[in-house]
Protein backbone atom coordinates (compact mmCIF):
# COMPACT_ATOMS: atom_id res chain seq x y z
CA UNK A 1 0.00 0.00 0.00
CA UNK A 2 1.71 3.25 -1.26
CA UNK A 3 -1.96 5.70 -0.31
CA UNK A 4 -4.31 6.32 2.61
CA UNK A 5 -7.41 7.99 1.95
CA UNK A 6 -8.67 8.47 5.62
CA UNK A 7 -11.96 10.57 6.83
CA UNK A 8 -10.33 14.21 8.13
CA UNK A 9 -9.19 12.79 11.49
CA UNK A 10 -9.37 14.84 14.77
CA UNK A 11 -7.02 15.24 17.90
CA UNK A 12 -8.45 14.80 20.61
CA UNK A 13 -5.68 16.11 23.20
CA UNK A 14 -3.68 18.76 22.17
CA UNK A 15 -1.33 21.88 23.50
CA UNK A 16 -1.16 24.50 21.15
CA UNK A 17 -0.06 27.60 23.83
CA UNK A 18 -0.38 31.05 23.00
CA UNK A 19 1.06 34.17 21.91
CA UNK A 20 3.80 33.65 19.90
CA UNK A 21 4.42 29.76 19.52
CA UNK A 22 0.70 29.81 19.35
CA UNK A 23 1.14 31.70 15.85
CA UNK A 24 4.25 29.11 15.56
CA UNK A 25 2.46 25.63 15.37
CA UNK A 26 -1.10 26.37 15.14
CA UNK A 27 -1.28 25.89 11.24
CA UNK A 28 0.95 22.37 11.57
CA UNK A 29 -2.36 21.10 13.81
CA UNK A 30 -4.77 22.92 11.05
CA UNK A 31 -3.66 21.03 8.10
CA UNK A 32 -4.22 17.80 8.97
CA UNK A 33 -7.45 17.75 11.89
CA UNK A 34 -11.01 19.03 11.41
CA UNK A 35 -11.24 19.52 14.98
CA UNK A 36 -8.71 19.19 18.48
CA UNK A 37 -9.52 19.29 21.53
CA UNK A 38 -7.38 21.97 23.18
CA UNK A 39 -6.10 21.96 26.73
CA UNK A 40 -6.52 24.72 29.10
CA UNK A 41 -3.41 24.69 30.72
CA UNK A 42 -1.93 27.95 30.17
CA UNK A 43 -0.50 30.86 32.37
CA UNK A 44 -2.95 31.74 34.38
CA UNK A 45 -5.06 28.69 33.49
CA UNK A 46 -8.15 29.00 31.69
CA UNK A 47 -10.96 28.65 34.24
CA UNK A 48 -14.33 29.72 32.97
CA UNK A 49 -16.31 29.90 29.88
CA UNK A 50 -15.49 33.64 29.07
CA UNK A 51 -11.69 32.75 29.31
CA UNK A 52 -12.55 30.06 26.71
CA UNK A 53 -14.22 32.15 24.43
CA UNK A 54 -11.40 34.42 24.81
CA UNK A 55 -8.57 31.82 24.18
CA UNK A 56 -10.54 30.00 20.97
CA UNK A 57 -11.16 33.71 19.61
CA UNK A 58 -7.08 34.47 19.78
CA UNK A 59 -6.65 30.41 18.14
CA UNK A 60 -9.13 31.46 15.51
CA UNK A 61 -7.02 34.75 14.51
CA UNK A 62 -3.92 32.44 14.59
CA UNK A 63 -4.88 30.11 11.83
CA UNK A 64 -4.03 30.28 8.13
CA UNK A 65 -6.18 32.10 5.72
CA UNK A 66 -9.05 30.05 4.51
CA UNK A 67 -8.65 27.07 7.20
CA UNK A 68 -11.63 26.31 8.29
CA UNK A 69 -10.17 24.12 11.56
CA UNK A 70 -12.54 24.25 14.32
CA UNK A 71 -10.79 24.50 18.56
CA UNK A 72 -12.55 22.29 20.96
CA UNK A 73 -12.27 24.41 24.60
CA UNK A 74 -12.36 22.77 27.60
CA UNK A 75 -12.03 24.24 31.40
CA UNK A 76 -9.20 23.84 33.87
CA UNK A 77 -10.71 21.79 36.56
CA UNK A 78 -9.39 23.52 40.25
CA UNK A 79 -10.08 23.02 43.78
CA UNK A 80 -12.05 26.64 43.66
CA UNK A 81 -14.19 25.26 40.51
CA UNK A 82 -17.79 26.89 40.93
CA UNK A 83 -20.59 24.17 40.68
CA UNK A 84 -22.41 26.82 38.20
CA UNK A 85 -19.54 26.54 35.44
CA UNK A 86 -20.76 22.59 34.68
CA UNK A 87 -24.05 23.78 33.76
CA UNK A 88 -22.55 26.56 31.44
CA UNK A 89 -20.09 23.89 29.84
CA UNK A 90 -22.58 22.15 29.12
CA UNK A 91 -25.02 25.04 27.63
CA UNK A 92 -21.96 26.49 25.45
CA UNK A 93 -21.26 25.53 21.67
CA UNK A 94 -17.83 25.76 22.01
CA UNK A 95 -16.35 24.33 25.15
CA UNK A 96 -16.90 20.71 25.74
CA UNK A 97 -15.34 19.16 28.66
CA UNK A 98 -13.40 19.91 32.07
CA UNK A 99 -9.62 18.98 32.41
CA UNK A 100 -8.33 17.03 35.80
CA UNK A 101 -4.51 17.65 36.32
CA UNK A 102 -3.53 16.69 39.72
CA UNK A 103 -1.86 19.53 41.08
CA UNK A 104 2.15 19.24 40.12
CA UNK A 105 1.36 16.61 37.36
CA UNK A 106 2.95 18.34 34.92
CA UNK A 107 2.89 21.54 32.84
CA UNK A 108 1.01 24.41 34.06
CA UNK A 109 -0.94 21.87 36.55
CA UNK A 110 0.48 24.06 40.01
CA UNK A 111 -3.34 24.67 39.94
CA UNK A 112 -4.85 21.75 39.65
CA UNK A 113 -6.92 19.65 42.34
CA UNK A 114 -4.74 18.75 45.12
CA UNK A 115 -8.17 16.41 46.93
CA UNK A 116 -9.44 14.36 44.55
CA UNK A 117 -13.15 14.12 47.43
CA UNK A 118 -13.23 18.13 47.30
CA UNK A 119 -14.24 18.04 43.90
CA UNK A 120 -17.20 15.16 44.21
CA UNK A 121 -19.73 17.50 43.77
CA UNK A 122 -18.50 18.49 40.49
CA UNK A 123 -18.08 15.41 39.01
CA UNK A 124 -21.65 14.65 40.21
CA UNK A 125 -22.84 17.84 38.06
CA UNK A 126 -20.92 16.91 34.96
CA UNK A 127 -22.45 13.76 35.10
CA UNK A 128 -25.81 14.92 35.40
CA UNK A 129 -25.36 17.25 32.38
CA UNK A 130 -23.43 14.99 30.57
CA UNK A 131 -19.76 17.23 30.42
CA UNK A 132 -17.05 14.64 29.85
CA UNK A 133 -14.33 14.77 32.22
CA UNK A 134 -10.70 14.19 31.06
CA UNK A 135 -8.17 12.94 33.18
CA UNK A 136 -4.07 13.49 33.49
CA UNK A 137 -3.92 10.04 35.30
CA UNK A 138 -0.77 10.48 37.78
CA UNK A 139 -0.74 10.48 41.35
CA UNK A 140 1.81 13.70 42.07
CA UNK A 141 2.87 12.60 46.15
CA UNK A 142 6.68 12.15 46.16
CA UNK A 143 6.71 8.61 48.12
CA UNK A 144 5.84 7.19 44.47
CA UNK A 145 8.16 6.18 41.90
CA UNK A 146 7.30 8.44 39.06
CA UNK A 147 7.02 5.32 36.16
CA UNK A 148 4.16 3.83 38.98
CA UNK A 149 2.28 7.38 39.08
CA UNK A 150 -0.36 6.02 36.50
CA UNK A 151 -0.55 2.69 37.95
CA UNK A 152 -1.15 3.98 41.70
CA UNK A 153 -3.55 6.72 40.37
CA UNK A 154 -5.70 3.52 38.46
CA UNK A 155 -5.65 1.86 41.81
CA UNK A 156 -6.52 4.92 44.06
CA UNK A 157 -8.17 7.37 42.54
CA UNK A 158 -9.24 6.64 39.38
CA UNK A 159 -11.64 3.25 40.46
CA UNK A 160 -12.90 5.20 43.11
CA UNK A 161 -14.26 7.53 39.72
CA UNK A 162 -15.38 5.37 37.77
CA UNK A 163 -17.71 3.03 40.96
CA UNK A 164 -18.70 6.68 42.53
CA UNK A 165 -20.07 8.27 39.00
CA UNK A 166 -20.84 5.40 36.98
CA UNK A 167 -22.87 7.62 33.68
CA UNK A 168 -19.95 9.96 34.06
CA UNK A 169 -18.27 10.30 30.30
CA UNK A 170 -14.55 9.69 31.23
CA UNK A 171 -11.12 10.28 28.71
CA UNK A 172 -7.98 8.55 30.36
CA UNK A 173 -5.59 10.78 28.81
CA UNK A 174 -1.92 9.85 26.91
CA UNK A 175 -2.00 5.65 28.13
CA UNK A 176 1.33 4.55 29.38
CA UNK A 177 0.59 1.30 30.67
CA UNK A 178 -0.60 -2.30 30.20
CA UNK A 179 -2.17 -1.73 33.56
CA UNK A 180 -4.60 1.68 32.32
CA UNK A 181 -4.67 -0.55 28.52
CA UNK A 182 -6.89 -2.93 30.99
CA UNK A 183 -8.50 -0.67 33.09
CA UNK A 184 -9.83 0.93 30.25
CA UNK A 185 -10.84 -2.29 28.23
CA UNK A 186 -12.82 -3.65 31.14
CA UNK A 187 -14.70 -0.79 31.79
CA UNK A 188 -18.28 0.50 30.63
CA UNK A 189 -18.30 2.17 27.74
CA UNK A 190 -18.47 5.62 29.40
CA UNK A 191 -14.79 5.49 29.66
CA UNK A 192 -12.27 5.81 26.79
CA UNK A 193 -8.47 7.07 26.34
CA UNK A 194 -6.15 8.66 23.82
CA UNK A 195 -2.63 7.38 22.99
CA UNK A 196 -0.17 9.78 21.45
CA UNK A 197 2.45 9.02 18.57
CA UNK A 198 5.27 8.69 21.33
CA UNK A 199 3.95 6.43 23.73
CA UNK A 200 3.43 4.15 20.65
CA UNK A 201 7.22 4.89 19.08
CA UNK A 202 9.17 4.51 22.05
CA UNK A 203 9.92 2.77 25.64
CA UNK A 204 11.87 4.75 27.98
CA UNK A 205 15.47 3.40 26.37
CA UNK A 206 14.52 6.27 24.08
CA UNK A 207 15.26 9.10 27.03
CA UNK A 208 17.75 7.64 28.64
CA UNK A 209 20.21 5.06 26.27
CA UNK A 210 23.14 7.03 25.13
CA UNK A 211 22.28 10.62 27.02
CA UNK A 212 19.34 11.97 28.13
CA UNK A 213 17.12 12.91 25.14
CA UNK A 214 14.87 15.99 26.22
CA UNK A 215 12.81 16.17 23.52
CA UNK A 216 11.64 12.41 24.18
CA UNK A 217 11.11 13.63 27.76
CA UNK A 218 7.21 14.31 28.39
CA UNK A 219 4.38 13.16 31.09
CA UNK A 220 3.43 10.76 31.98
CA UNK A 221 6.72 9.49 31.18
CA UNK A 222 7.01 6.76 28.60
CA UNK A 223 7.47 3.60 30.29
CA UNK A 224 8.95 0.01 29.58
CA UNK A 225 8.58 -2.24 26.03
CA UNK A 226 5.96 -4.21 27.59
CA UNK A 227 3.97 -1.01 28.04
CA UNK A 228 4.24 0.01 24.74
CA UNK A 229 3.24 -3.13 22.97
CA UNK A 230 0.27 -3.13 25.16
CA UNK A 231 -0.41 0.35 23.43
CA UNK A 232 0.22 -0.32 20.71
CA UNK A 233 -2.25 -3.75 20.64
CA UNK A 234 -4.90 -1.32 21.98
CA UNK A 235 -4.66 1.55 19.44
CA UNK A 236 -4.63 -0.97 16.76
CA UNK A 237 -6.82 -2.85 17.59
CA UNK A 238 -10.11 -1.32 16.20
CA UNK A 239 -11.33 -1.39 20.20
CA UNK A 240 -13.86 2.00 19.62
CA UNK A 241 -12.54 2.88 23.14
CA UNK A 242 -9.17 3.78 22.30
CA UNK A 243 -8.89 6.98 19.93
CA UNK A 244 -6.16 9.45 18.66
CA UNK A 245 -4.85 12.35 21.25
CA UNK A 246 -1.38 13.51 20.41
CA UNK A 247 -0.58 15.46 23.05
CA UNK A 248 1.71 17.38 21.27
CA UNK A 249 3.19 20.10 23.38
CA UNK A 250 5.21 22.64 21.86
CA UNK A 251 8.44 24.21 23.93
CA UNK A 252 10.87 26.22 22.84
CA UNK A 253 13.99 24.55 22.43
CA UNK A 254 16.12 26.23 25.24
CA UNK A 255 13.39 25.22 27.26
CA UNK A 256 13.70 21.56 26.54
CA UNK A 257 17.48 21.58 26.50
CA UNK A 258 17.91 23.05 29.61
CA UNK A 259 19.13 21.34 32.86
CA UNK A 260 15.63 21.29 34.36
CA UNK A 261 14.03 20.91 30.70
CA UNK A 262 10.18 20.84 30.13
CA UNK A 263 7.93 18.39 30.05
CA UNK A 264 6.62 17.33 26.55
CA UNK A 265 6.81 16.18 22.85
CA UNK A 266 6.15 18.32 19.80
CA UNK A 267 4.00 15.75 17.57
CA UNK A 268 2.04 18.14 15.74
CA UNK A 269 4.21 18.68 12.86
CA UNK A 270 3.86 15.07 11.28
CA UNK A 271 1.23 13.43 13.69
CA UNK A 272 -0.83 11.45 10.96
CA UNK A 273 2.58 10.19 9.87
CA UNK A 274 3.95 9.30 12.85
CA UNK A 275 0.82 7.37 13.97
CA UNK A 276 0.77 5.81 10.07
CA UNK A 277 4.28 4.48 10.62
CA UNK A 278 3.17 2.56 13.87
CA UNK A 279 -0.26 1.04 12.10
CA UNK A 280 1.85 -0.02 9.18
CA UNK A 281 4.25 -1.67 11.42
CA UNK A 282 1.36 -3.88 12.88
CA UNK A 283 0.07 -4.75 9.44
CA UNK A 284 -2.87 -2.42 10.64
CA UNK A 285 -3.14 0.59 8.37
CA UNK A 286 -7.04 -0.34 8.01
CA UNK A 287 -7.29 -0.01 11.47
CA UNK A 288 -6.06 3.77 11.34
CA UNK A 289 -9.24 5.48 10.13
CA UNK A 290 -11.29 4.32 12.81
CA UNK A 291 -8.68 5.75 16.10
CA UNK A 292 -8.07 8.33 14.20
CA UNK A 293 -11.48 9.78 12.34
CA UNK A 294 -14.05 8.20 13.99
CA UNK A 295 -13.78 6.62 17.92
CA UNK A 296 -13.30 10.16 19.07
CA UNK A 297 -16.29 12.14 17.14
CA UNK A 298 -18.49 9.25 18.23
CA UNK A 299 -16.68 9.21 22.31
CA UNK A 300 -17.83 13.16 22.23
CA UNK A 301 -21.46 12.68 20.30
CA UNK A 302 -20.03 14.67 17.43
CA UNK A 303 -20.37 14.26 13.74
CA UNK A 304 -17.80 12.53 11.85
CA UNK A 305 -15.83 14.95 9.24
CA UNK A 306 -17.02 14.81 5.97
CA UNK A 307 -13.81 15.69 3.97
CA UNK A 308 -10.75 13.44 3.61
CA UNK A 309 -6.90 13.67 4.08
CA UNK A 310 -4.22 11.51 2.03
CA UNK A 311 -0.90 10.06 2.91
CA UNK A 312 1.66 8.66 0.61
CA UNK A 313 4.31 5.98 0.78
CA UNK A 314 7.52 9.12 0.16
CA UNK A 315 10.13 9.19 2.17
CA UNK A 316 10.77 12.82 3.52
CA UNK A 317 13.39 14.20 6.62
CA UNK A 318 11.64 16.07 9.38
CA UNK A 319 13.50 19.46 9.91
CA UNK A 320 15.95 19.90 12.68
CA UNK A 321 13.92 23.03 13.94
CA UNK A 322 10.62 25.11 13.52
CA UNK A 323 11.38 29.00 13.62
CA UNK A 324 9.20 31.91 13.60
CA UNK A 325 10.97 35.36 14.73
CA UNK A 326 12.78 34.42 18.22
CA UNK A 327 10.63 31.31 18.33
CA UNK A 328 12.17 28.05 18.15
CA UNK A 329 11.05 24.32 18.88
CA UNK A 330 12.61 21.32 18.17
CA UNK A 331 9.97 18.67 16.56
CA UNK A 332 9.51 14.80 17.50
CA UNK A 333 12.17 12.77 15.05
CA UNK A 334 14.15 16.18 14.58
CA UNK A 335 16.33 15.51 11.38
CA UNK A 336 14.88 11.64 11.08
CA UNK A 337 13.26 10.35 7.56
CA UNK A 338 9.47 9.37 7.85
CA UNK A 339 8.01 7.00 5.44
CA UNK A 340 4.67 8.29 5.27
CA UNK A 341 3.86 12.00 4.02
CA UNK A 342 0.42 14.22 4.19
CA UNK A 343 -0.26 14.95 0.88
CA UNK A 344 -2.10 19.25 0.72
Not at 165 to 180: D, K, Q, S, W
Not at 257 to 263: K, L, T
Request: hydrophobic fraction near 40%; include cysteine.
Amino acid sequence: MDKITLTQPDDWHLHVRNGKILRLVIGHTARQFGRAIIMPNLRPPVTSVSAALDYRAEILAALPEGSEFNPLMTLYLTDNTPIGAVQKVAESQHVYAFKLYPAGATTNSDSGVSHLDGIFPLLEAMEKHQVPLLIHGEVTADQYDIFDREKIFLEQNLSRIVRRFPALRIVVEHLTTEEAVQFVTEASANVAATITPQHLLFNRNAILAGGIRPHHYCLPIIKREHHRLALVKAATSGNPKFFLGTDSAPHPTHSKENACGCAGCYSAHAALELYAEVFEKENSLDKLEGFASFYGADFYRLPRNQKTVTLEKQPWQVPEHYRQGDVDITPLKAGEQLSWKFME
